[in-house]
C-alpha cells in the first residue's frame, strides 16, 4: 500500500532481492520482541503439566533441564535462533510434540477455515459492494450498508456461541464443534469425508463472514463509485455499451485495487484470523494453539507460530504490493 | 481542504444522526443509571435468585449470582466505554507522533521506526496483548487502557507517516519552510492540522475496535477485573449459563452490537466526509 | 444476512443425506446378525491432551485416563476405596497374593495376561517398573511415596516378592495402586530420564482392556478393543479420547450427540439440567478425588526470605473467624448443586478418612466479629474496613482463571466477608501465573484445588513440617508438629490407624490452615445407549470393558465400514 511498486520493470529484481531482505528482517524482529515479552511476562511453563497433581522437585528439574528452562534467558534464545537455523523449531512444554508437527497438523484446518472465510467474504462482498455503487442512496444500498455494519458490530464469538446453542444444540442441524468427526473411518471414501469436514465447516465460517463482510461491501463500494465516474466508463457507457460490460468490463477493473490491497493485508488472518471462533467452536486452527500456548507459557510453540504468522503477514504485503501493481493499469503504464 | 466544515456536514446525515444519538443516550445511561438501579456487585439472594427471567423487580433478569443483569449493563457500559475512549486517545496521541517524527524527519529515523513498526505489527495484537496482560497481578484499569493503547498506535502511525510525507512537499509546506519555521513549527503547525483528518477517522473506527477486543480478552478472562462489571466478562460469565438464562448473554451482547455500531456509524459519515473533500 | 443462511445450511444437509446414503454402502451387509452383534464406539469428551499416558510418567487427568484403559494394575481397589490393609483389593495382572511376614508381600501374575504385542507379563516387568518408580532420581512424583519398599524381586517368570523396610498399613496399596507395570522387553532398553521422550510414549504398549491405535495431538486419542482379553473382550470396539479444551464446546458436543460421555461436567448447576432435559443423556454422579479450598499463608508474602510470619493471617483467631464468617454450604451449593459436600479437612470424597473428620463448623458471623475484634481489628477510620496499627484487614486471594467454580466462589466470599470489614481482592490470574504465585509464596489467600489420589498419606505433602514451603508441597507453610506425629503414627501403626487419623484431622480443624471448601461427588454424563455403563471413583472409566451398546439403539458409529 505505501507503494514501493512503481519501481521501473529493470529494477523489479532488485526491488524484489530489498523486499525480501525487508522481510527477513522484519521476521527477526518480531521474533526477538515476542521473547523478550514472553521473558518478562511472569508464570510457570511447567505449571499446566501438573494440573492439580503436584510435580515433585526431582521431575521438575528433570523437565527444566530437558526444556532448558534451567539457562538464562539469553542462552536460551540463542540456543533456539540455532536451532532455528538447522530447521529445528523445538519441542512443545505442554505436550511434548515437536512444535514443526504441531505446526504443520494445525496449518490445514487455518488454511481452510481462512481459505473459506475469504472466499466467502469477497466473493460475497465484491458484487454486494459493485450493486450498492451501481444504485448510491437507493434502499437496496442503505439496506445493505446497515445489515453490513451491523454485523460488523457484534463481537464474532458472541455470534458464535449464540449460532452453536441455535443450530447445532437445539435443532442439530450441523455438528457443534470440531473439524471432523474423529469415528468417521479414514478409509472412507473421500466424498464422504469432504462432505463431513464440509458440514464442520459452515458454522465457524458463516460465523467470521458475517462478521467482516462489511470492510470488503465498503471497500469495493467506496471504489466502485469513483470508478463509475471516471471519463473513461463515463466514454464507455457513452458509446452505448452493455451495461454489463461498462460496469465489469471498465469500471470494475479500475476499482479492483484497493480491493486487492486488502486481500493482501486479509492473508494473515488465514493463519491467526480467528483465536476466539476457533475456540467456541473448537476448529483445531492456529489460533487455538497459539492462544493456549501464550496462557500456558509455551514458549517453543509461541515462537513457531509467531514465526509463521509474521512470515504471513510480510508476505502478505509483498502479495498486495504486487497484486496492486498487476490490477492498477496506470501503475503498470 | 480546512477539516470542520465537510465534517459538520458530515455528522448531519441520517446514520451519523442515529449514531450520534444512540451514544447520547448510552452516555446519560451510564452517568444516571447506577444512581437509580440496585448495587451491581451485590449478590441478594445465590441460591433462589440466580438466573432470574426478566421480569418487574429485575427488568433483564439476574445472574448466575444472582445479580441485576440491568445494573451490572449499565454500569459496565461506564467501564467499556471508559476504557475504550481513553485507549483510542492513547493510541492516536502516540500513533500521530510516531507517525508525524518519521514521516518528517526521514532518513534513518523513518527506517528504524517503520521497521519496528512492522515487527510489531507482524505479530497479531491479540497475542502482544496477552503476553502484557499477563505481567498484571490484578489488571488496574489504567493498565488495562495502556496496554490496549500501547499496541493500538501502530497503523495509525503508518496512516499519519504516509499522510505526513504526502504534505511535505505540499506548497504550503514547502513555504512555510522557506519562510525559516523552525522543524518543530512546521511539523505541529502545518503538518499536523492538516493530517488529522484521516487521523479522526481511524480513531473513530478504532474506539469500535477497542470495545470489541476488551469484550474478546474478557472472554478470555484477562480484562476488567471481577467483581467490576464489564461487558466482555459479563459474556465471559454468561457463557456458562447461556442456555439455562439465555438473557445474561443477549444482554450484553446487544449492547455491545449497539454501541459499536452507534460509533461505526459516526466513523463511516466521517470518513465519507475526508473522502468526498479529498 | 439471515436469509443466507437457510440455503446454505440446507445444501449442507443435503450433502449430509449424500453422506448417509454412501456410507451404509461401505458397511457389510446389515441384517439380524449385525443387528445382534454391535462392535459398537464410545466417544468420551475430555478437556486436554493426554501428554504421557503411561505409568511412572502420568500426571494429569486425561493422562490417567488413557493409561488406565491401556495398562492394568496388579490389583483394583474394592468399592471401599480402604487403602490399608491387605483386604480391600480386587485382583487384576496378579491372580493372588500373600503375606509372608510383617514385611514380605509374593504376588502371583495371571498366566494370561498379555502384552498387546503378545508377549506374556512377567515379573520381571513388575521389578523393572517399581525400581524404577522409587528411584528418587528417576521415579517422578511417586517415588517418596515408595520409599518404604525395600526390595523387589522375581521368583521364576511369575512371582515377584516385595519386602519392606517396615511394617506399615499401606503395604499392598503401594504395590498395586500408584504404578502399574510396564513392558520390561520394551522400555528395559531406554533409559528411565529418556522415556518421557521416546517413541514407547507416543505409542505405547500395554496390556489392557484396550490398545493403542492412533493420536492427532489437540484431537484425539483412538484405542481399540483387545479381543480375547483376559478379563473378557471388551463390548464397545473403539474408543475415542477428543480433546476439547473449552467446556462449552465439550458439553455442546454431548448436547449435539456427537459425543458419548463426558469427564466432570462443569458447573453451574444449570449445565446438569440441560443434561438431564437431553433425553438421551444421563448424569453420573461419581465419587473423586477432587477437593477446593482457600488456603492462608502463614508466611509473609512481603517478606522475601518468608521467615516473618504473616502480619494478619499469621494470628489464629483471624484465621477461624474468616472460616466462621462464611456460608460454606450455600455456596457450594450455589456452584456443585446436589453435588456439593463442604469437607471439614484436607479429605475428598476419595479418602476413606473422611468420615473420621468432625463436623464442619456452622457459619457463625457474630462469634467471626468477636474473633476479630479480639485479634484487636477495629474500624477506626469508619472505611467500612477493620484495621490495627494503621494496617487495613485487606487480602489478596489468587484465583485461576481457566477455573468457573473458584471464581464463582470467590467471588461469593468477597461479598459474604465485605460485611464483617474483611476486604478482599480477588485476583484471577491465568494458570501458568496462578502456580508461580502459589510455589513461590506470593499471596495471602490462595484458592488451590487437588485432586487426591485415594490414599490419605498424600496429607504429608501439602501439611507436613518437612514439606514446608516446597514448591508444589505445603506451600502455605502451616506446621503442627503435633499433626504430623499423629500421621505418622496412622500411617505405621500396626493396628487400626482411624483413632490417630481422627485426632489428625480434629488437631487441624482447630489450626484452621486453610478454608476447606468442596469436595464433591463429579457429575459425568453418559449415553443411555450403553448398558452396563457403570463408572469407578478410583478409575472412572475402568469398567468401560463391562458396556456395550445397545444394538436398538445403535448409531452409524457404531457400525464402522471396513
Redesign the interface.
Given at each position: 500500500m505505501?507503494s514501493r511498486g512503481t519501481a521501473p520493470a529493470a529494477d523489479v529484481t532488485r526491488w524484489a532481492a530489498g523486499r525480501l531482505a525487508?522481510g527477513v528482517?522484519?521476521?527477526a524482529?518480531?521474533a526477538?520482541?515476542?521473547f523478550v515479552?514472553?521473558r518478562?511476562?511472569?508464570?510457570?511453563?511447567l505449571?499446566?503439566?501438573?494440573?492439580?497433581?503436584?510435580?515433585?522437585?526431582?521431575?521438575?528439574a528433570?523437565l527444566e533441564a530437558?526444556f532448558g528452562l534451567d539457562r538464562p534467558a539469553a542462552a536460551q534464545f540463542a540456543a533456539w535462533a540455532t536451532a532455528l537455523l538447522r530447521g529445528d523449531l523445538g519441542?512443545s512444554i505442554?505436550?511434548?510434540?515437536p512444535v514443526a508437527?504441531?505446526l504443520l497438523?494445525?496449518l490445514p484446518a487455518s488454511l481452510l477455515l481462512g481459505g473459506t472465510v475469504l472466499l466467502l467474504t469477497f466473493g460475497?462482498g465484491i458484487p454486494l459492494g459493485v450493486l450498492q455503487a451501481r444504485h448510491p442512496g437507493s434502499l437496496v444500498d442503505r439496506l445493505l450498508g446497515g445489515?453490513?455494519?451491523?454485523?460488523?458490530?457484534?463481537?464474532?464469538?458472541?455470534l458464535g456461541?449464540?449460532l452453536?446453542?441455535l443450530?447445532?444444540?437445539r435443532w442439530?442441524?450441523?455438528?457443534?464443534?470440531?473439524?471432523a468427526?474423529?469415528?468417521?473411518?479414514p478409509?472412507?471414501?473421500w466424498?464422504?469425508r469432504a462432505?463431513?469436514v464440509?458440514?464442520h465447516l459452515?458454522l465457524p465460517a458463516?460465523t467470521l463472514t458475517?462478521v467482516s463482510i462489511a470492510a470488503v461491501m465498503?471497500y469495493q463500494r467506496?471504489a466502485m463509485r469513483s470508478a463509475l465516474a471516471l471519463p473513461s466508463v463515463l466514454a464507455a457507457r457513452a458509446r452505448g455499451l452493455p451495461e454489463r460490460r461498462v460496469v465489469w468490463g471498465h469500471a470494475w477493473r479500475n476499482a479492483l485495487g484497493p480491493v486487492i490491497a486488502l486481500l493482501g493485508l486479509w492473508l494473515?488472518l488465514l493463519v491467526?484470523g480467528a483465536?476466539?471462533v476457533e475456540?467456541?467452536?473448537?476448529w483445531?486452527g492456529l489460533g487455538?494453539?497459539?492462544?493456549?500456548a501464550?496462557?500456558?507459557?509455551d514458549y517453543p510453540v509461541?515462537m513457531g507460530?509467531?514465526l509463521v504468522?509474521?512470515a504471513t503477514?510480510?508476505a502478505g504485503n509483498v502479495v498486495a504490493d504486487l497484486l496492486h501493481v498487476a490490477a492498477d493499469p496506470r501503475l503498470r503504464g | 481542504m480546512t477539516a470542520g466544515s465537510p465534517f459538520g456536514r458530515a455528522l448531519c446525515t441520517p446514520g451519523a444522526r442515529a449514531g450520534l444519538a444512540l451514544l447520547a443516550l448510552l452516555v446519560l445511561a451510564a452517568l444516571a443509571g447506577p444512581a437509580l438501579l440496585p448495587d451491581p456487585t451485590a449478590q441478594p439472594d445465590v441460591l433462589g435468585g440466580a438466573g432470574l427471567p426478566p421480569g418487574t423487580t429485575h427488568p433483564l433478569g439476574t445472574d448466575q449470582l444472582s445479580r441485576d443483569v440491568l445494573a451490572r449493563l449499565v454500569s459496565g457500559a461506564r467501564i467499556s466505554l471508559t476504557v475504550a475512549l481513553l485507549s483510542v486517545a492513547l493510541a492516536v496521541t502516540i500513533g500521530t507522533l510516531v507517525g508525524l517524527l518519521a514521516g518528517y524527519a526521514g532518513g534513518w529515523v523513518d527506517a528504524v521506526l517503520m521497521r519496528l513498526v512492522d515487527a510489531a505489527l507482524a505479530i497479531p495484537r491479540l497475542f502482544l496483548l496477552l503476553l502484557l496482560l499477563a505481567a498484571w497481578d490484578r489488571i488496574p484499569l489504567w493498565a488495562l487502557v495502556v496496554t490496549i493503547g500501547a499496541t493500538g498506535w501502530l497503523a495509525t502511525s503508518r496512516v499519519v507517516r504516509a499522510e505526513v510525507r504526502r504534505l511535505a512537499t505540499e506548497p504550503f509546506v514547502l513555504g512555510a519552510e522557506a519562510l525559516g519555521a523552525g522543524p518543530m513549527r512546521v511539523a505541529f503547525r502545518h503538518l499536523l492540522p492538516n493530517a488529522l483528518g484521516p487521523v479522526l477517522v481511524s480513531a473513530t473506527l478504532g474506539v469500535g475496535n477497542v470495545i470489541l477486543l476488551e469484550a474478546g480478552l474478557s472472554f478470555l478472562g484477562l480484562g476488567v477485573q471481577p467483581p467490576k462489571p464489564s461487558w466482555g466478562g459479563m459474556i465471559f460469565d454468561a457463557r456458562e449459563t447461556m442456555h439455562a438464562a439465555p438473557w445474561t448473554m443477549l444482554a450484553p451482547g446487544i449492547a455491545i452490537a449497539v454501541t459499536v455500531l452507534a460509533v461505526n456509524l459516526v466513523g463511516e459519515a466521517l470518513r465519507r466526509a475526508t473522502e468526498q473533500g479529498s | 444476512m439471515s436469509r443466507a443462511r437457510v440455503p446454505l445450511a440446507s445444501s449442507f444437509l443435503a450433502l449430509a443425506r449424500v453422506a448417509a446414503i454412501l456410507l451404509p454402502g461401505v458397511l457389510p451387509a446389515g441384517g439380524l446378525a449385525a443387528q445382534q452383534d454391535v462392535p459398537g464406539a464410545v466417544v468420551i469428551v475430555i478437556g486436554r491432551d493426554p501428554v504421557t499416558p503411561v505409568p511412572t510418567l502420568t500426571r494429569s487427568s486425561a493422562d490417567l485416563d488413557v493409561a488406565n484403559q491401556l495398562f492394568l494394575r496388579l490389583a483394583r481397589l474394592a468399592p471401599g476405596l480402604r487403602t490399608w490393609g491387605d483386604s480391600g483389593f480386587v485382583p487384576e495382572l496378579a491372580r493372588r497374593w500373600s503375606r509372608r511376614d510383617s514385611v514380605t508381600l509374593a504376588f502371583d501374575l495371571d498366566a494370561r495376561a498379555r502384552w498387546h504385542d503378545g508377549r506374556p507379563v512377567v515379573a520381571n516387568d513388575v521389578v523393572l517398573t517399581l525400581d524404577r518408580a522409587r528411584n528418587p532420581a528417576t521415579g517422578g512424583r511417586h517415588a517418596a511415596q515408595l520409599s518404604e519398599i525395600a526390595s523387589v524381586k522375581a521368583e521364576g517368570s511369575r512371582r515377584v516378592v516385595v519386602t519392606f523396610r517396615r511394617s506399615y498399613a499401606e503395604q499392598l496399596y503401594d504395590v498395586v495402586f500408584p504404578v502399574p507395570p510396564l513392558p520390561a522387553h520394551l522400555v528395559g532398553a531406554i533409559p528411565a530420564e529418556s522415556l518421557e521422550a521416546s517413541p514407547f510414549v507416543r505409542q505405547p504398549v500395554g496390556n489392557g482392556p484396550y490398545r493403542w491405535v492412533r493420536s492427532v495431538p489437540g484431537q484425539l486419542v483412538e484405542l481399540e478393543a483387545v479381543r480375547g482379553h483376559f478379563l473378557g473382550t471388551p463390548g464397545v470396539r473403539r474408543v475415542v479420547f477428543r480433546i476439547v479444551p473449552d467446556a462449552d464446546a465439550r458439553l455442546n458436543l454431548l448436547l449435539s450427540g456427537d459425543g458419548d460421555a463426558q469427564e466432570a461436567v462443569s458447573p453451574p448447576v444449570a449445565n446438569l439440567e440441560r443434561i438431564r432435559a437431553a433425553g438421551h443423556l444421563r448424569e453420573v454422579p461419581v465419587a473423586s478425588g477432587l477437593l477446593g479450598y482457600v488456603l492462608f499463608n502463614f508466611a509473609d508474602p512481603a517478606d522475601s526470605a518468608r521467615a516473618r510470619p504473616h502480619p494478619i493471617l499469621g494470628d489464629p483467631r483471624v484465621r477461624r473467624a474468616l472460616v466462621r464468617a462464611l456460608d460454606r454450604t450455600r455456596m457450594v451449593r450455589s456452584v456443585f448443586g446436589p453435588y456439593a459436600a463442604v469437607p471439614e479437612g484436607p479429605t475428598s470424597q476419595l479418602w476413606w478418612i473422611r468420615s473420621l473428620a468432625p463436623a464442619p463448623l456452622a457459619p457463625d458471623t457474630a462469634a467471626a466479629r468477636q474473633l476479630l475484634a479480639d485479634a484487636g481489628w477495629r474500624d477506626t477510620d469508619g472505611d467500612g474496613v477493620l484495621d490495627r496499627d494503621g494496617r487495613p484487614l485487606r487480602l489478596r486471594l489468587n484465583v485461576p482463571a481457566p477455573s468457573p467454580p473458584r471464581r464463582l466462589i470467590a467471588l461469593q466470599m468477597q461479598e459474604q466477608l465485605r460485611p464483617l470489614g474483611v476486604q478482599l481482592e480477588v485476583n484471577v490470574v491465568e494458570g501458568g501465573v496462578f502456580m508461580q504465585r502459589r510455589n513461590a509464596g506470593d499471596f495471602d489467600l490462595d484458592f488451590g484445588g487437588a485432586v487426591q489420589e485415594p490414599s490419605p498419606s498424600g496429607i504429608v505433602n501439602s501439611w507436613s513440617c518437612a514439606n514446608a514451603g516446597k514448591p508444589d508441597g505445603n506451600v502455605g507453610r502451616y506446621c503442627d508438629p503435633g499433626v504430623d506425629s499423629l500421621v505418622s503414627l496412622a500411617r505405621f501403626t500396626g493396628g487400626d490407624p482411624a483413632p490417630y487419623w481422627r485426632e489428625a484431622l480434629a488437631r487441624i480443624q482447630r489450626d484452621a490452615p486453610a478454608i476447606f471448601l468442596y469436595a464433591p461427588a463429579t457429575a459425568f454424563a453418559v449415553s443411555t445407549r450403553y448398558r452396563n455403563a457403570t463408572l469407578r471413583p478410583d478409575s472412572p472409566w475402568g469398567d468401560l470393558y463391562r458396556w456395550s451398546v445397545d444394538p436398538a439403539r445403535a448409531l452409524p458409529r457404531d457400525r464402522p465400514g471396513r
Open positions: 505505501l525487508q528482517l522484519t521476521v524482529l518480531a526477538v520482541l515476542a515479552l514472553m518478562l511476562a511472569p508464570g510457570d511453563p505449571a499446566a503439566l501438573g494440573e492439580d497433581r503436584p510435580l515433585t522437585a526431582e521431575a521438575r528433570q530437558r519441542t505442554a505436550t511434548g510434540q508437527g504441531l497438523a494445525r460475497l445489515l453490513s455494519l451491523t454485523a460488523w458490530s457484534v463481537p464474532a464469538f458472541w456461541l449464540v452453536a446453542a443450530v447445532a444444540v442439530r442441524l450441523l455438528p457443534a464443534a470440531g473439524m468427526d474423529p469415528l468417521l473411518d478409509a472412507a471414501p466424498a464422504v462432505a463431513d464440509g458440514r459452515v458463516v458475517v465498503r467506496a494473515p491467526t483465536v476466539f475456540y467456541v467452536f473448537d483445531p487455538q494453539l497459539a492462544a493456549a501464550v496462557a500456558a507459557r509461541v507460530v509467531t504468522v509474521a503477514t510480510v | - | -
